[in-house]
């Protein structure tokens, strides 16, 4: 008779991976990784830090150095002359704008003086100074008077045609007689128009040394 061995079946356990359980080493280097990132991370941002604190400190000094070298120029330098020195130029501008802008109106009684003969005069004065900024910029004056005739009535009108000889054509425009009248006594009333050139009325002109001979000359007596 044969002797049967019958054979018990232990199964075996299931390895961790076949019922999908990460093994400890795998975790384990996952873990790593995760930290050296971090630590890389973490010393990029102190060395970031340290570089805008190190930045921070250049720039403030170099402004204490900026600082420093402008109180140095400052010091090479006498302030208070410089501001004494800018406010008389302030008034010295004011002062130019004032002559290049302003008329000395009373020039006009001199220069109708040089062109007016000894047998007429005037009696009445008007002037109209131009706005400031008009396109004609001339000085228009007009007057009434009379002469002692007819004749010196005429030879005053010779007078205004002949102003180069009395080197006022540059300065009075347009001169003109107007609305001759005889009067009882033999007077002639009559009326005087014309244009004198503002460049010759400022203040500039009337106090500069330099003074055209041409115009000292008077006009002709009749």
């Keep these: 008779m044969e002797t049967k061995f019958q054979t018990s079946f232990i199964p075996k356990k299931p390895t961790a991976s076949a019922i999908g359980v990460s ?11 995760f930290m050296t990132l971090a630590t890389l991370i973490f010393i990029a941002s102190l060395a970031g830090a340290g570089g805008v604190y190190a930045y921070k400190q250049y720039l403030i000094n170099d402004q204490n150095t900026l600082k420093q070298d402008l109180a140095t120029r400052e010091k090479q330098f006498n302030v208070d002359l410089i501001e004494q020195l800018t406010a008389e130029k302030t008034k010295i501008d004011t002062a130019r704008t004032l002559l290049d802008n302003h008329l000395a109106l009373s020039q006009i009684f001199d220069i109708i003086g040089r062109l007016t003969i000894a047998n007429v005069r005037f009696m009445t004065f008007d002037a ?3 706005a400031i900024g008009a ?4 000085v228009k004056v007009t007057m009434q008077g009379y002469g002692t005739s ?17 080197g006022l054509r540059k300065i009075v425009k347009n001169p003109i007689l107007s609305n001759p009248a005889l009067g009882a006594n033999g007077a002639v009333s009559f009326g005087f128009a014309a244009t004198i050139d503002p460049s010759t009325l400022t203040y500039e002109h009337m106090v500069s040394p330099a003074v055209s001979s041409s115009t000292s000359s008077g006009a002709t007596t009749n």
């Excluded at 396109?135 to 001339?138: A, F, I, L, W």
């Design 135 to 138: 396109s004609d910029n001339s």
């Design 128 to 130: 109209t100074v131009p």
């Design 150 to 166: 007819l004749s010196a009535v005429a030879f005053q009108s010779d007078v205004l045609g002949q102003l180069d000889q009395y």
């Design 23 to 33: 093994s400890p080493v795998t975790h384990h280097r996952t873990a790593s990784i």
